[in-house]
């Protein structure tokens, strides 16, 4: 059965700093990998999507990268801003029943 | 314009009532999902519909049943509401049912008193 895992769980880091956020996955046969963020009091929002084929992807100032023979993905945050202040969010596909498997997130905390 | 819109965005009713949760995508998605929340931030798939037909039916009671009228449009049914369902309620579209542009609404948050 996939199981996601996310750590650390919350981080807290001044502004201006680079970070990674870990998330690992115990079944390598996944469709794709996304991360999220979800602020409070608002929905989710998708911020990249990696097929299984690819190694990663980029947008602006994150990078996810996906390692699917070790079961991880990290995603890289440059420079980070006040505003990237979330709870960042990793699912996987499972490619075999396409069921959406969550992480239970990472709560980050940038500080001015 | 909202891609995913849900609604109400807060819905607080007293335990045993009967309350329905609306969906609508106007991102010409093929799959919609419903989703809830727990005390965790876990969030657990409930259902999920493709192009109107049932694809994914977790371990959910029966008193939740969804109603997919069109493809733009997944509902959420509650009948006879507990204490235990209070929690907030997301609904999802994708292109397929791979997951593909992943895009949720806002959520509801349901209280039940």
């Known amino acids: 059965k996939q199981e996601v895992t996310q750590i650390p769980a919350a981080l807290s880091v001044p502004e201006g700093e680079n970070l990674v956020l870990n998330c690992s996955f115990t079944?390598?046969?996944?469709?794709?990998l996304q991360w999220f963020r979800q602020d409070p009091g608002k929905g989710l929002t998708s911020l990249l999507l990696?097929?299984?084929s690819q190694r990663e992807q980029t947008s602006g100032r994150l990078n996810a990268s996906l390692d699917k023979s070790s079961g991880r993905s990290t995603l890289y945050i440059a420079a980070s801003q006040p505003g990237d202040s979330a709870t960042y969010l990793c699912?996987?596909?499972?490619?075999?029943?396409?069921?959406?498997?969550w992480g239970a997130g990472t709560k980050l905390i940038i500080k001015p | 314009d909202t891609a995913v819109s849900q609604t109400p965005k807060y819905l607080v009713t007293q335990m045993g009532n009967d309350k329905s949760i609306k969906c609508e995508q106007n991102?010409?998605?093929?799959?919609m999902y419903w989703y809830k929340q727990d005390s965790k931030k876990f969030l657990k798939i409930m259902f999920s519909?493709?192009?109107?037909?049932?694809?994914i039916n977790e371990t959910v009671p029966n008193r939740f049943s969804p109603k997919s009228p069109d493809k733009a449009h997944l509902n959420l049914h509650i009948n006879s509401l507990e204490l235990g369902d209070s929690a907030v309620y997301f609904c999802?579209?994708?292109?397929?049912?791979?997951?593909?542009?992943?895009?949720f609404g806002s959520g509801t948050q349901l209280s039940v008193l």
């Open positions: 079944d390598s046969a996944i469709y794709n």
């Open positions: 991102l010409g998605h093929d799959t």
């Open positions: 519909y493709n192009n109107k037909e049932l694809i």
């Open positions: 999802a579209s994708s292109q397929d049912s791979g997951g593909r542009g992943l895009f």
């Open positions: 990696i097929q299984s």
């Open positions: 699912a996987v596909v499972d490619g075999s029943n396409y069921q959406l498997i």
